[in-house]
């Protein structure tokens, strides 16, 4: 749409517009109600309604009025700029007019047509952003930064010396699983024995009323050796508490079976 003008028009700009419009000069002057002769009667429709015929002609004058007057406001757009001098540029037209310097300035790569000529074109290289940089080379996703969230919530890894501070070796985990399973074979063992052999120290021993507690007793040195080791790694190598959990298993089962075997008193019958 075009914008409204800033000043009223002259009598000698309207009839400059009129003539280029191709209207009269003169106005038609105002008809004279006087001698104006009185408008036809109105004719009456079967159904007692009254037409208006004068609502047809009237509908068609306020038609070429409005294309009068669009044409007018056509018309007048040059001479209203033109009175309103120039104008200053918007920002659009600033920014469009340097892209086109810009781009006139910068010189285009034309590859010659000779074989002889014709060499790598050479691209412009892209700056990448190094690790010093403030600002990332691109967005870290949402997977990313939950990741460097849950690294930084959970504590760094201990070093090497630290962690073979806290685990046992194997040369002290080994001895003591078979400390455990000596003891419970050299009871049995001694009991056997002493039932088989009719004559020697096993079957002198085999006759003393504490017989059973002598044949207990390597199972229990045994059992009790590996209860003091599974302590010792539960409390000073850490990493390694499995195992100590595993020897105070072996070593209850142990006793509680060489109690059941060696003191049948002892199971209330």
């Known amino acids: ?46 159904d007692g309604k009254k037409e208006s015929p004068s609502a047809p002609a009237a509908s068609k004058k306020a038609g070429v009025k409005k294309t009068a007057a669009k044409k007018a406001a056509k018309a007048g757009e040059p001479a209203s700029k033109a009175a309103r001098g120039p104008s200053a540029p918007s920002a659009s037209a600033v920014l469009e007019a340097e892209e086109g310097r810009s781009a006139a300035q910068t010189p285009k790569v034309v590859r010659s047509l000779k074989k002889s000529e014709q060499g790598p074109i050479r691209q412009a290289k892209v700056p990448v952003a190094n690790g010093e940089g403030a600002l990332p080379a691109r967005r870290h996703t949402e997977e990313e930064l939950r990741r460097f969230r849950l ?4 504590p760094a890894d201990l070093p090497a010396a630290q962690l073979a501070k806290l685990t046992a070796a194997w040369w002290v985990i080994a001895p003591l699983y078979a400390v455990g399973v000596v003891g419970l074979i050299l009871s049995f063992s001694m009991e056997q024995q002493a039932k088989t052999q009719m004559t020697g120290t096993l079957a002198r021993l085999a006759l003393r009323p504490n017989a059973p507690q002598w044949f207990f007793s390597p199972l229990a040195v045994g059992s009790g050796i590996m209860l003091l080791g599974a302590g010792w790694i539960a409390w000073k190598r850490t990493r390694s508490a499995h195992h100590a959990g595993f020897m105070t298993i072996l070593a209850i089962l142990f006793v509680t079976f060489g109690i059941l075997h060696f003191f049948p008193e002892l199971h209330g019958s």
């Open 1 to 46: 749409m075009s914008a409204l003008p800033e000043r009223r028009k002259s009598a000698e700009e309207l009839a400059k517009l009129r003539a280029s419009l191709g209207i009269d000069g003169d106005a038609p002057p105002p008809p004279d109600l006087k001698h104006q002769a009185p408008p036809p009667p109105l004719a009456r429709k079967p």
């Open 151 to 154: 690294g930084e919530s959970n």
